[in-house]
């Protein structure tokens, strides 16, 4: 082998091998991030900024479980779980049915992930009345809801939803809305039977308590 091609060779390896080095200790670029997805998805639209947000009668969904937030996903998407009509007449969950076939299972997992390592949101200046809070309280307890959401409603079995401090309007339409069949899926029909219990009026209170819950509290 000549000196020139000694020296050719030589140069090639030495531009070659740092170049497969960075390669192989690289990150793969495929990740899901669940951040991104919430905002490039739309579930920001309706969720609001970082899942904190809700409009109209949709969840806060930032700090619940992950394999809670996972399964609502999957089933609305499935249609397993439907909800009432909207003003327009449209059901609530058909709007996020539409957009859940353009995210596929790995995407779902991730934003779920992100959403459960969010703190809770502060309470937005719901107001409360002290002794329908105080109703509330009793019915909730009296309903035996703390037997699945914990007291509270902030410290739910595994795959439950803590719904202390979760908007009034949608804690009263689910109560509501599983009490009268219109919401079957998961462990909805678990709590028909305490769902049952209560009349609207008494779905409106337990409501007013839990959404003074402050859950963002240390």
Same mark, same amino acid.
Not at 20 to 29: E, F, G, K
Not at 201 to 217: K, N, T
């Given at each position: 082998?000549?000196?020139?091609?000694?020296?050719?060779?030589?140069?090639?390896?030495?531009?070659?091998?740092?170049?497969?080095?960075?390669?192989?200790?690289?990150?793969?670029?495929?990740?899901?991030?669940?951040?991104?997805? @919430?905002?490039?998805? =739309?579930?920001?639209?309706?969720?609001? +900024?970082?899942?904190?947000?809700?409009?109209?009668?949709?969840?806060?969904?930032?700090?619940? &479980?992950? !394999?809670? =937030?996972? +399964?609502?996903?999957? *089933?609305?998407?499935?249609?397993?779980?439907?909800?009432?009509? #909207?003003?327009?007449?449209?059901?609530?969950?058909?709007?996020?049915?539409?957009?859940?076939?353009?995210? /596929?299972?790995? *995407?779902?997992?991730?934003?779920?992930?992100?959403?459960?390592?969010?703190?809770?949101?502060?309470?937005?200046?719901?107001?409360?009345?002290?002794?329908?809070?105080?109703?509330?309280?009793?019915?909730? *307890? *009296?309903?035996?809801?703390?037997?699945?959401?914990?007291?509270?409603?902030?410290?739910?079995?595994?795959?439950?939803?803590?719904?202390?401090?979760?908007? +009034?309007?949608? $804690?009263?339409?689910? $109560?509501?809305? $599983?009490?009268?069949?219109?919401?079957?899926?998961?462990? !909805? %029909?678990?709590?028909?039977? @305490?769902?049952?219990?209560?009349? &609207? %009026?008494?779905?409106?209170?337990?409501?007013?308590?839990?959404?003074?819950? #402050?859950? /963002?509290?240390?």
């Amino acid at each position: 082998m000549t000196a020139p091609l000694r020296t050719a060779l030589l140069a090639a390896s030495l531009l070659i091998v740092p170049g497969m080095a960075l390669a192989q200790s690289a990150p793969p670029t495929g990740a899901a991030d669940g951040k991104k997805l @919430f905002m490039g998805k =739309t579930c920001i639209a309706c969720h609001g +900024r970082d899942g904190s947000k809700a409009i109209q009668m949709y969840p806060n969904v930032a700090g619940l &479980d992950a !394999a809670y =937030t996972l +399964r609502q996903m999957d *089933e609305i998407a499935s249609g397993d779980r439907l909800s009432g009509n #909207d003003a327009r007449g449209y059901p609530r969950t058909q709007g996020m049915k539409d957009v859940m076939h353009l995210v /596929s299972a790995e *995407e779902r997992k991730a934003i779920a992930d992100w959403l459960s390592s969010l703190p809770p949101p502060k309470l937005a200046g719901q107001p409360a009345d002290a002794e329908r809070v105080a109703k509330g309280k009793a019915l909730y *307890e *009296e309903s035996e809801c703390v037997a699945c959401h914990g007291p509270d409603g902030k410290e739910p079995q595994a795959e439950m939803p803590a719904v202390g401090g979760q908007k +009034r309007e949608y $804690i009263a339409l689910q $109560i509501k809305e $599983i009490r009268d069949g219109i919401r079957k899926n998961g462990m !909805a %029909e678990s709590m028909v039977p @305490f769902a049952q219990k209560l009349n &609207d %009026e008494q779905a409106e209170l337990v409501a007013d308590y839990l959404a003074q819950v #402050d859950r /963002s509290a240390k």
